[in-house]
């Protein structure tokens, strides 16, 4: 089937087309034209976590490529099964003797997203409702929001009904990252919006497996001082990005857990988290923080005294004595929080 002239969504540059492929050496590349300009991706690889295909029939095309590519790896692992004589919660203390790449828990900013709130849920599964898309155009100043190719642009401006934006958004096309944030559990760094490196993807450079990954977000008209946190997840899986895709990091199937409206706004993140360079509760710019581990420690300690008593008290406790354990903290002896709110 032809690439070229395929309609493909990125999730940050929106949607373009693929005009060329590229073969440097063994690995095959196509580049995408957006309207911020040109774009290289590995191929197929960039439509496992970067792309989406627009039309099903390629779409069912480069699912088969990815099928055949992925076989292919796990009939070589089996053929050179690599050893590892590492204790699984012993990896962190080891690469630090080793001198290797720091690790780090990392903390995302959100902008965000009421798509699929209810009672037990801040949203994050679906695109905003139609008051939240007014406010992120026009008062909020969203970058992606406000770009013509987006589809909450789209339907606010009359171009698409609610009824496409809502399927497109089901059928796993491009909206934004909050959309699907907490159905694919993935965190992406994005790309820069502005300045010289417009149009860039963000790398994490830090090595965040088995660490912590702390959702934030804060309502529309609220203070920065009221950022909470909505999600947490083990990475289980992580990319550090290059000068083609941004990077993210994944969930552990098992260790995430989603709080609930009323759980979350009784986490403040800046209760544990407190700059270095001053002790206000400001972001500022980037989408990311690395955190220490005591103060991921701190936070996964206190969801799991708020989920007592609900379904995911088990859950949240083994969650904390594990991420303890494989970092060497003692889950009983861990201090209380510190952080901006309480430096004022």
């Given at each position: 089937?032809?690439?070229?002239?395929?309609?493909?969504?990125?999730?940050?540059?929106?949607?373009?087309?693929?005009?060329?492929?590229?073969?440097?050496?063994?690995?095959?590349?196509?580049i995408?034209?957006?309207?911020?300009?040109?774009?290289?991706?590995?191929?197929?690889?960039?439509?496992?976590?970067?792309?989406k295909?627009?039309?099903?029939?390629?779409?069912?095309?480069?699912?088969?490529?990815?099928?055949?590519?992925?076989?292919?790896?796990?009939?070589?692992k089996?053929k050179?099964?690599?050893?590892?004589d590492?204790?699984?919660?012993?990896?962190?203390?080891?690469?630090?003797?080793?001198n290797?790449?720091?690790?780090?828990?990392?903390?995302?900013?959100?902008?965000?997203?009421?798509?699929?709130?209810?009672?037990?849920?801040?949203?994050?599964?679906?695109?905003?409702?139609?008051?939240?898309?007014?406010?992120?155009?026009?008062e909020?100043?969203?970058?992606?929001?406000?770009?013509?190719?987006?589809?909450?642009?789209?339907?606010?401006?009359?171009?698409?009904?609610?009824?496409?934006?809502?399927?497109?958004?089901?059928?796993?096309?491009?909206?934004?990252?909050?959309?699907?944030?907490?159905?694919?559990?993935t965190?992406?760094?994005?790309?820069?919006?502005?300045?010289?490196?417009?149009?860039?993807?963000?790398?994490?450079?830090?090595?965040?497996?088995?660490?912590?990954?702390?959702?934030?977000?804060?309502?529309?008209?609220?203070?920065?001082?009221?950022?909470?946190?909505?999600?947490?997840?083990?990475?289980?899986?992580?990319?550090?990005?290059?000068?083609?895709?941004?990077?993210?990091?994944?969930?552990?199937?098992?260790?995430?857990?989603?709080?609930?409206?009323?759980?979350?706004?009784?986490?403040?993140?800046?209760?544990?988290?407190?700059?270095?360079?001053?002790?206000?509760?400001?972001?500022?710019?980037?989408?990311?923080?690395?955190?220490?581990?005591?103060?991921?420690?701190?936070?996964?300690?206190?969801?799991?005294?708020?989920?007592?008593?609900?379904?995911?008290?088990?859950?949240?406790?083994?969650?904390?004595?594990?991420?303890?354990?494989i970092?060497?903290?003692?889950?009983?002896?861990?201090?209380?929080?510190?952080?901006a709110?309480?430096?004022?």
């Amino acid at each position: 089937m032809k690439e070229i002239g395929q309609i493909v969504i990125h999730k940050s540059f929106g949607e373009g087309e693929i005009c060329r492929k590229e073969i440097e050496g063994k690995q095959q590349y196509i580049i995408v034209t957006f309207s911020i300009g040109e774009k290289k991706f590995v191929f197929p690889n960039a439509f496992e976590k970067f792309l989406k295909a627009k039309d099903k029939k390629f779409k069912d095309y480069v699912d088969l490529l990815l099928k055949n590519m992925n076989d292919q790896l796990e009939k070589e692992k089996l053929k050179n099964p690599v050893k590892n004589d590492i204790p699984f919660n012993n990896k962190k203390q080891n690469k630090r003797k080793n001198n290797e790449t720091e690790e780090a828990n990392i903390a995302f900013k959100c902008n965000y997203c009421d798509g699929g709130k209810n009672k037990n849920r801040v949203g994050f599964r679906g695109a905003c409702s139609s008051k939240l898309i007014s406010i992120n155009i026009n008062e909020e100043k969203r970058v992606w929001c406000n770009q013509e190719e987006c589809p909450c642009f789209l339907y606010y401006n009359g171009k698409k009904t609610r009824k496409e934006l809502d399927a497109e958004c089901e059928e796993d096309f491009y909206v934004c990252y909050e959309s699907q944030l907490l159905r694919e559990w993935t965190a992406y760094a994005g790309a820069y919006h502005m300045g010289e490196r417009e149009g860039k993807p963000k790398r994490i450079k830090r090595e965040t497996y088995n660490n912590l990954c702390i959702l934030t977000t804060r309502e529309p008209r609220t203070l920065e001082e009221d950022r909470f946190i909505f999600a947490v997840f083990l990475v289980d899986d992580s990319f550090e990005g290059d000068e083609y895709q941004e990077g993210y990091v994944c969930a552990h199937p098992k260790y995430k857990i989603e709080l609930s409206p009323t759980e979350a706004k009784k986490m403040l993140f800046w209760k544990y988290y407190c700059n270095t360079s001053n002790n206000t509760p400001s972001w500022n710019s980037g989408l990311f923080r690395y955190v220490e581990d005591y103060v991921s420690a701190q936070i996964l300690r206190d969801i799991s005294r708020l989920k007592k008593g609900t379904k995911e008290e088990d859950l949240s406790k083994e969650f904390y004595e594990y991420y303890c354990k494989i970092h060497n903290i003692d889950s009983t002896n861990v201090r209380r929080p510190k952080g901006a709110l309480y430096k004022r």
